[in-house]
């Protein structure tokens, strides 16, 4: 009996151990006028092409309505294959605030960016109050055609 005992202990002492590992890597949630929770992330992959550069973001908010999201996207000479930096953009965009998981396409325009990484800054906000945030190195790539990877020996 004792032995039975210590197993379901150990059992829960590495559950408890995977709750707290997976707490480190999830989303900032915040509370707020959104509900009980709100959360921003940032992907990290986005889209660089001809001259045109797309991040996505989840955000989940609640109390209906709409949230707004700020982004901001910053490349370092450091971060850029070609060794020039792009000031800092400020994109807004709009999310339904319902609760469920909202993917948004961002694209700061008039900024071009290069292959390479950048840095990524969203905050999202409900009636003008920020209830989520969170910062992010994204990687830039050119969009790959589905079995063209090089990989499998196209697009060289």
Do not use: W
Request: aromatic share 4%.
């Amino acid at each position: 009996m004792k032995s039975l005992i210590t197993r379901f202990a150990s059992i829960g002492t590495i559950f408890s151990l995977v709750l707290a590992g997976s707490s480190a890597t999830t989303p900032a949630l915040t509370l707020g006028p959104s509900g009980p929770s709100a959360s921003v992330h940032v992907h990290k992959g986005a889209i660089s092409f001809d001259n045109t550069t797309i991040v996505k973001v989840t955000a989940v908010c609640s109390g209906g309505g709409l949230g707004t999201l700020n982004v901001e996207v910053i490349q370092t000479a450091d971060q850029s294959s070609n060794g020039q930096a792009t000031d800092a953009s400020n994109v807004t965009e709009t999310v339904k605030c319902n609760g469920q998981p909202q993917n948004v396409a961002v694209s700061p325009f008039g900024f071009t960016y290069n292959i390479g990484e950048a840095t990524a800054t969203v905050m999202l906000m409900v009636n003008g109050v920020p209830v989520a945030s969170t910062t992010r190195t994204i990687v830039l790539r050119f969009p790959v055609i589905e079995g063209m990877e090089q990989e499998q020996g196209g697009n060289d």
